[in-house]
């Protein structure tokens, strides 16, 4: 199985400020051929199912504000967010789908500093 | 406007079944593959399953290989999940995810709002 590790754990930002969230592989997520990272990213707010934010490491879903975005290949990926929201306050998740079973990382919570 | 709602949890003893329900709409459900995702409560998310679009192909977690089974009626726009043999470990929020394309990328862009699971005698 593919092990994720995220880090931080978590982390506070002041509002305006630049959030980095990291994700690391335990193996390679970069199917060579197709020249694709397949890892995805999600948002998940307190009550609320998650919401994917980013796939194929940095393809940005519909609808999903600019200043969300997903860098990295192979076994090291970031989620960053440029200038933190009020509403942007969750834990987000990394998950790769290059092979199953389909894992995730552990979670990074962001708060407000 | 996609929508999946879950139904079927509840509170169930150690030993018993139960089957979820996936109730799908907003989108041709025939075409994508869909799954199963769980998360136990305070902790992260852990895939279940996933079945392809023709029920042709299934894959399951290794931690309910064989108690579990995904399945769908696509005249009925409704994903399932059987599950037997429950045990503590299984109790979870219990989410159904449709896959982003209707090539079977795995990876999730709609989520329904959870069904919760109990297992407790």
């Known amino acids: 199985d593919i092990v994720m590790t995220q880090s931080p754990d978590s982390l506070a930002v002041s509002l305006g400020e630049r959030a980095t969230i990291n994700c690391k592989s335990s193996?390679?997520?970069?199917?060579?051929?197709?020249?694709?990272?397949?890892l995805g990213w999600y948002q998940q707010k307190p009550g609320q199912p998650p919401k994917l934010l980013i796939y194929?490491?940095?393809s940005r879903e519909s609808g999903v504000p600019d200043r969300f975005s997903g860098s990295g290949s192979g076994t090291d990926f970031t989620l960053t967010i440029s200038s933190l929201q009020a509403e942007d306050v969750a834990v987000y998740y990394c998950?790769?789908?290059?092979?199953?079973?389909?894992?995730f990382g552990q979670g990074t919570k962001v708060e407000i500093k | 406007q996609v929508h999946l709602v879950e139904s079927g949890g509840g509170v169930v003893q150690p030993g018993r079944s139960l089957r979820l329900s996936c109730a799908a709409s907003?989108?041709?459900?025939?075409?994508?593959?869909m799954h199963w995702v769980r998360q136990a409560p305070g902790k992260g998310l852990e895939w279940v399953a996933v079945?392809?679009?023709?029920?042709?192909?299934?894959y399951y977690a290794d931690s309910v290989k064989g108690r579990f089974t995904i399945s769908r009626d696509n005249s009925k726009s409704t994903l399932y999940l059987q599950m037997n043999s429950l045990g503590a470990e299984d109790t979870a929020v219990y989410y159904c995810?449709?896959?982003?394309?209707?090539?079977?990328?795995?990876?999730?862009?709609?989520w329904g709002l959870g069904t919760l699971v109990t297992v407790s005698s």
């Open positions: 995810a449709k896959d982003l394309t209707s090539s079977l990328e795995h990876v999730f862009d709609y």
């Open positions: 907003g989108f041709t459900f025939n075409t994508y593959g």
């Open positions: 079945i392809s679009y023709d029920e042709n192909t299934k």
């Open positions: 193996q390679s997520v970069l199917h060579r051929s197709k020249n694709k990272n397949y």
């Open positions: 194929w490491a940095s």
């Open positions: 998950q790769q789908y290059f092979s199953t079973p389909l894992t």
